[in-house]
């Protein structure tokens, strides 16, 4: 999975020489058969947390990251290898403003367990 963070905020939404550079990319790979779906997310303070507790549920209005850096979007590539999954990262038009970064999906939930981390080997 690809995910899109840019550096920039932009209150004035966001330039569109940058969507129709991101728009073509995401054509791009459709066609070279990689790009299986993705998306753009509104900006963190239009989003909900949720939490609960016990039977409670909480909810607080966002947005939540401390940081400058924020979840701008996603896209879900199917790559052979990591070289393979930079090189499509690296020709997102974000890659320029700000970072894209590449996190393999995970195949099975139970890997992340307690009892396969413990029965990995260094």
Known sequence: MLLIRPDHEYPDGVPDEMIRRTEAWVAEMKARGVHLTGGALHP????????????????????????????????????????????????????????VEVRPMVEELASLGR????????
Request: overall charge negative; proline content about 6%.
């Open 115 to 122: 009892q396969a981390v413990a029965g990995r080997t260094p």
């Open 44 to 99: 963190p303070a239009k989003s909900t947390g949720v939490r609960r507790q016990g039977a409670k549920v909480v909810t607080t209005d966002g947005p939540f990251a401390e940081s400058k850096e924020q979840m701008g979007g996603f896209d879900l590539i199917e790559c052979d290898t990591l070289a393979e999954a930079v090189e499509i990262a690296a020709g997102h038009p974000v890659a320029e403003a700000g970072m």
